[in-house]
């Protein structure tokens, strides 16, 4: 009898296997982190429990698997955990200024001497400057000030969108969809866009440690996730009608709005080819508002892991 229990208790694990169990880390209010959602819900044969957080929750909270955020989060965080490491991008986002014709502003330039509404030291800061050097206006001769986005009208005092309409900032750049609900406040005839892909787009990627991908079991689990967070970006990109109030619902956001500000979304599902490069340039910044020294490329390149992804679609191949 008592061997008979002991063969149980063996076989049980190989009759019953364990489901794959990842635990993701993304800022929960943000449009960009939706298709992990609908990735959970729908494809991954697993548990999946996502948690608010982001990049700097990988290092803070070790049971974390995966963390989302934008380019800017992975810079200042790999500048003192270099086993952090870049896997997937979710999207790749154009932001955009919005200005208040009432504060006359009409062309960029007339940006020139204005307050500019922007959390600094985040890509919204960097897309920031980097927008207003492209268009030939110093930092010196624009105002930034601080406040806080907003998701849902009404948009609270101290939100960027209140703040537009009250005139205490004359612009607002910032991802969305503040933005758009900045320019509702003041009448969307009263809103002026400016938006340039070519000088800054953010980038927001998943990430892991090299730690959890030497490990095999939870390298494959990772894996796995990729394999199926590609069909639901395959949704995002084909077939929004599907996603659009499932991914409004998750971030607490009316349909009409999100659906407003989706074009500037690109859902991407890889890794870009000038990724490295754009990491090289805005380090500078990073580094800057850090008050570091500026990694070099051949130390960036690290940062980047083109092979969980490599290995996703060869298994998705394999399989289909």
Request: aromatic content about 8%; glycine content about 6%.
């Amino acid at each position: 009898m008592r061997h008979q229990i002991s063969l149980l208790l063996f076989l049980l694990p190989l009759l019953h296997p364990t489901l794959a169990a990842i635990k993701i880390a993304s800022a929960l209010n943000v449009i960009e982190y939706t298709p992990e959602k609908i990735a959970k819900e729908d494809f991954f044969n697993g548990t999946v429990s996502i948690v608010n957080g982001g990049v700097p929750t990988l290092f803070s909270d070790t049971s974390v698997d995966i963390a989302s955020n934008a380019e800017t989060q992975a810079l200042r965080n790999y500048a003192t955990h270099k086993n952090l490491r870049i896997i997937y991008t979710e999207a790749e986002v154009a932001y955009r200024i919005v200005g208040n014709k009432k504060s006359g502003i009409t062309t960029a330039k007339d940006l020139k001497g204005k307050r500019i509404g922007v959390v600094s030291g985040t890509s919204a800061g960097y897309f920031v400057q980097k927008y207003m050097a492209s268009v030939g206006v110093k930092d010196s001769e624009y105002t930034t000030v601080s406040g806080s986005v907003c998701l849902a009208e009404p948009c609270g005092s101290g939100t960027f969108p209140a703040m537009l309409k009250s005139g205490q900032v004359d612009a607002v750049g910032m991802w969305e969809p503040t933005v758009e609900l900045a320019a509702r406040e003041i009448g969307l005839d009263n809103a002026v866009f400016f938006q340039d892909a070519k000088v800054y787009r953010e980038i927001f990627n998943l990430h892991t440690t090299s730690d959890k991908l030497a490990n095999a079991t939870k390298r494959k689990e990772i894996v796995d996730f990729i394999r199926a967070l590609e069909k639901a970006m395959a949704l995002f990109r084909d077939q929004p009608d599907k996603v659009y109030k499932r991914a409004a619902d998750a971030v607490s956001m009316k349909e009409d709005i999100l659906k407003a500000v989706w074009p500037v979304h690109t859902w991407s599902g890889t890794l870009p080819e000038d990724l490295l490069s754009v990491l090289v340039r805005e380090d500078s910044y990073v580094a800057d508002v850090d008050r570091r020294s500026a990694m070099s490329e051949s130390m960036l390149k690290d940062l980047i892991d083109d092979s969980v992804l490599k290995d996703a679609r060869a298994e998705a191949k394999n399989t289909s």
